[in-house]
């Protein structure tokens, strides 16, 4: 099980699909506090302006990771999961 702690909880990414290398940036912490990966305030992703296109995207220096959308509008991104694991309490292995 992979427990990074993000947005006051521990969560776990059993139920995530192991398969994907999306999950690599979550596997490299798996364990460890990734609060800094995301704002406070609002319980997302810290963002940032991309400097090539001038779009607000989610900072993400590791790499993308599961529920991030591309930096590019895509067709093939499947964004069906309706709730980022990160904000789904099945998820959640305990609250900080």
């Known amino acids: ?7 006051s909880g521990i ?10 290398p999306l999950l690599r ?4 912490f798996g364990g460890k ?7 406070d305030e609002i319980g997302e992703l810290k963002q940032h302006v991309d400097p090539i296109t001038n779009c607000v995207i989610p900072f993400t220096p590791h790499g993308r990771f599961i529920h991030v959308p591309p930096k590019q509008p895509r067709t093939d991104w499947c964004n069906d999961f309706n709730i980022p ?8 292995v305990k609250k900080l």
């Open 25 to 28: 940036p979550l596997l490299a």
């Open 33 to 39: 506090d990734i609060s800094s990966w995301f704002d």
């Open 1 to 7: 099980m992979i427990r990074p702690s993000a947005a």
């Open 85 to 92: 694991w990160w904000k789904d309490d099945r998820c959640a």
């Open 11 to 20: 969560y776990g990414t059993l139920s995530l699909e192991l398969r994907s």
